[in-house]
Each structure stands twice: as structure tokens, then as C-alpha cells.
């Protein structure tokens, strides 16, 4: 725990450091906790700036919108108008790079016009992992990833969370709606809404870490290995059945394997292991 306490002080001296930051905030579990370590440590000069892209689901948007509310922090809404993210709706395997390279570049100008010098953003030692080009167009403009940088990983970030009080300390991991999309599958706005429906459905029904993956006008559902027997009892397996067929989808199915992140990846690691083989 003396540990943890000594990452989070790194955290603290780090952000204060800055002077005055711009906290790229989504909502989410590291967002949040960095936002909110950072108005503590600068006050009024740490403000949050939201994006407010086409692929994040309004649900998440009112969430982050009522935190700043609530403590009386300066939140900046980049509309999606202003978002020029058209070229990633073909869903190329790097769409992450273009997708968070728009976005950063938007918040970097929204800080810049208010006298920022520095826009953090949440990733942490976790997201280090796995397949994320995202990282790269970070990297590239010089945004800055404290959590990161002081060491923290996502279960460390939920144990402060929850030390400090915060809500979202056990709030399920949401990455952005276009990560349900196969890989050069179109992105549409009636898919996006289709999944988002699909995921508050799941929600409703007590659901806590889950997926809808769109393949087509197939929905395959994603949810913890222990709720399956949940999922598929009668009742439970009708109704979802019923109400994603009304929201668009042909046909509903189950991943065995259960919920995980980037499982999207596994196509573009299969091939890449063909592709070594020769096959």
C-alpha cells in the first residue's frame, strides 16, 4: 500500500508540475481519477475537455458531463460537428491512430485558446498490453500520460478511486463504440446505434462487463464467463433475443469464451500468424 501511496504522490507532484493542465476526459475509470487528482492538486487551472465523437454512446456523455457539474469543474465540449472523423468510418485496422489523432489534435487547439500549455490524457500501464495504435498519435503530439508515467495500473487506479470516494471506482471498462466493429467493416450511425441500444439492454438486464460485437447484422454478445448460465435461461435469452432482432440484428449469438477486451484484435493476430506460417 506505501507503494500505491508513493505512485500516487509521484502523480500529484507530476500534475502539479504542469501548472495548468488539460485533462482529456471521457468518464471513464482513469479519466476520472486523473481529473480529479488534477483539480485537487491545481484547482480552477485544470479543466476537462470532452470530445464528443459519433462512437461514444450518450450514456457515457451525461456521465461525464454530471462529475464536472457536481465538483464544479471547468468541462470544454468539443461537438461533433467540429470532429472531421469521417475517414475512419471504413474501419481500417489502425483507425484508432486517426480517430485519437483528430481528437487530440482538437483538445490540443481548445487548451492552446485558453493559455494550457499541457493536455494529459488517462492510459496506464494495462493498456501497454495490447494492439493500440491510439498510443502512437499520443505520443506523436505530445500529449502527456501521468498514470502512465507514475507507474499505475488499472487495478491501482480502481483502489485509489475507491479510496478517494470516487463513483467510478467498480464502473465497468467502455471502450469507444467503434471497437465492436470487425476490422473493414463500415462504421454507420444506425450500427452505432444499434450496438449502443444492444449494450444498454444488457445493462438493464444487471449485466456488468459485456460486449455486443456487430459482424454484419449479426450481434455476438460478450458477457463474464460466470453469468452465461444467466444469459441463456429462458426468460433472460427470449427477451435479448426479441429486442436486438427490433433493434436491427438478423441474428443473436454468445461468444463461448465470454467477455474480453480487444478481442476484435484476435482476427488481426490470427492473420498475422498465417501470414508467418505461410497459410
Known sequence: MDILHDKYSD?????????????????????????????????????????????????????ARDFCAERGITQVIIPREKLNIDGVRHNPPDRCYHCKREIFSKILETAAERGIPVVAEGSNT???????PGLRAIRELGIVSPLLDAGLSKEEIRSLSK??????????????????????????????VMVDR??????????????????????RIEVLPEELERIILPEIRERITDELKAYGFDYVSLDLRGYRTGSMNEALNNKKTKKMEGV
Do not use: M
Open 163 to 192: 479510496e478517494l470516494g470516487l463513483p467510478t471506482w467498480n464502473k465497468p471498462a467502455f471502450a469507444c463504440l467503434a471497437s465492436r466493429f470487425a476490422y473493414g467493416e463500415a462504421i454507420t450511425d444506425e450500427k452505432l
Open 11 to 63: 502523480l500529484k507532484a507530476a500534475l502539479c508540475a504542469c501548472g495548468s493542465v488539460a485533462v482529456a476526459f471521457s468518464g471513464g475509470v482513469d479519466s476520472t481519477f486523473l481529473l480529479y487528482t488534477a483539480h485537487e492538486v491545481l484547482g480552477d487551472r485544470a479543466i476537462a475537455v470532452t470530445a464528443a465523437p459519433v462512437f461514444v454512446s450518450e450514456r457515457e456523455q451525461k456521465e
Open 198 to 219: 444492444a449494450e444498454q439492454l444488457l445493462a438493464d438486464l444487471g449485466f456488468r462487463n459485456y460486449r455486443v460485437r456487430i459482424h454484419g447484422r449479426l450481434a
Open 126 to 132: 494495462d493498456d501497454l498490453g495490447d494492439y493500440r
